[in-house]
């Protein structure tokens, strides 16, 4: 059973830099379906980005599309989200998923991972 735990939130200026970091256990052996997704407060849970760990191939929302960039490293088994030029909007708690049901090809939703970490908070504010 895949576990999940996030680390790297806090608070940050606009215009600032923070990246998340996702441990996933046990390491991923094959091509599998991560992601990123965020809840703001009093909002629904939305996809922030998905990777595929077998070809690299990745997925944006269009809000994050060339400031935030998802990366997967297997000798540390670790999944990032580099985010940069931070926004107020981008305030929420951000959690990583595995396990995906389907292709991994569009953003999908939050039905359609199985497996969650426990979030971290990234709160950008002035």
């Known amino acids: 059973q895949v576990q999940l735990e996030e680390s790297g939130g806090g608070s940050i200026q606009p215009g600032g830099s923070m990246k998340l970091s996702c441990k996933i256990s046990?390491?991923?052996?094959?091509?599998?379906?991560l992601a990123w997704f965020r809840q703001a407060p009093g909002k629904e849970r939305e996809v922030v980005s998905i990777i595929y760990t077998g070809t690299g191939y990745t997925n944006y929302l269009d809000s994050v599309m060339g400031r935030f960039a998802i990366s997967h490293d297997y000798a540390s088994n670790r999944m990032y989200l580099q985010m940069n030029h931070l926004k107020p909007e981008d305030t929420g708690i951000y959690y990583c998923?595995?396990?995906?049901?389907?292709?991994?090809?569009?953003?999908?939703?939050?039905?359609?991972?199985?497996?969650w970490g426990q979030g971290t908070q990234v709160t950008v504010s002035s």
């Open positions: 998923a595995a396990d995906r049901i389907g292709a991994c090809l569009d953003l999908g939703s939050p039905a359609d991972f199985a497996r």
């Open positions: 046990p390491s991923t052996t094959s091509g599998t379906c």
